[in-house]
T-cell receptor, first 112, second 113 residues
Framework: DVKVTQSSRYLVKRTGEKVFLECVQD?????MFWYRQDPGLGLRLIYF???????EKGDIPEGYSVSREKKERFSLILESASTNQTSMYLC???????????FGAGTRLSVL | GESVGLHLPTLSVQEGDNSIINCAYS??????FIWYKQESGKGPQFIID?????DKRQGQRVTVLLNKTVKHLSLQIAATQPGDSAVYFC????????????FGTGTRLQVTL
């Protein structure tokens, strides 16, 4: 089975802090994605990556950056956390081309 | 931009009945569709997918129907069980966007005993 692991289930951070969300997949997938999920808004794509050291902006990249130094790991970085970044963050991976995205359990981030 | 939407935000069905969850999509260039299930506190879980060259696909207790003429997708769950209670999302892949998916906002399915 595909496994996508997010390092934290819950995080509480203060405004202005630098926040790292980590995601690891064990299926040698080329593609990895970061989404945020808010009530009534569904899943919105923040960033995605097709390959190591490659990244593409999604629909809402402002205030975020990403890093993919190894194929299995994709990190989301909040350079200076703000309260409007309080949300559920979901990581996903998929094989090359297009296809099923497999999701992690999510990280619920609260910025106070 | 174009997006995937759902007709009903909440659907309540009795245990044992069949459930039908609907999804309207607006992009005629979409060629691949996926249904996900998300239980409380968990990430979305793949249920079933369908390509645009098909109009029906069946899985275990689930069937997805695709009507490209009216840009409509539905998920049918047979003999709904309490464990089916969750939020269901449809997602579409638009030709030319590689592996990106566009998600609907979700429908909550509540199974009553």
């Amino acid at each position: 089975d595909v496994k996508v692991t997010q390092s934290s289930r819950y995080l509480v951070k203060r405004t202005g802090e630098k926040v790292f969300l980590e995601c690891v997949q064990d299926m040698d997938h080329e593609n990895m994605f970061w989404y945020r999920q808010d009530p009534g808004l569904g899943l919105r794509l923040i960033y995605f990556s097709y390959d190591v050291k490659m990244k593409e902006k999604g629909d809402i990249p402002e205030g975020y950056s990403v890093s993919r130094e190894k194929k299995e790991r994709f990190s989301l970085i909040l350079e200076s956390a703000s309260t409007n970044q309080t949300s559920m963050y979901l990581c996903a991976s998929s094989p090359g081309g297009f296809g099923i995205q497999y999701f992690g359990a999510g990280t619920r981030l609260s910025v106070l | 931009g174009e997006s995937v939407g759902l007709h009903l935000p909440t659907l309540s069905v009795q245990e044992g009945d069949n459930s039908i969850i609907n999804c309207a999509y607006s992009n005629s260039a979409s060629d691949y569709f996926i249904w996900y299930k998300q239980e409380s506190g968990k990430g979305p879980q793949f249920i079933i997918d369908i390509r645009s060259n098909m109009d029906k696909r069946q899985g275990q207790r689930v069937t997805v129907l695709l009507n490209k003429t009216v840009k409509h997708l539905s998920l049918q769950i047979a003999a709904t069980q309490p464990g089916d209670s969750a939020v269901y999302f449809c997602a579409e892949n638009i030709i030319g966007t590689a592996s990106k998916l566009t998600f609907g906002t979700g429908t909550r399915l509540q199974v009553t005993l």
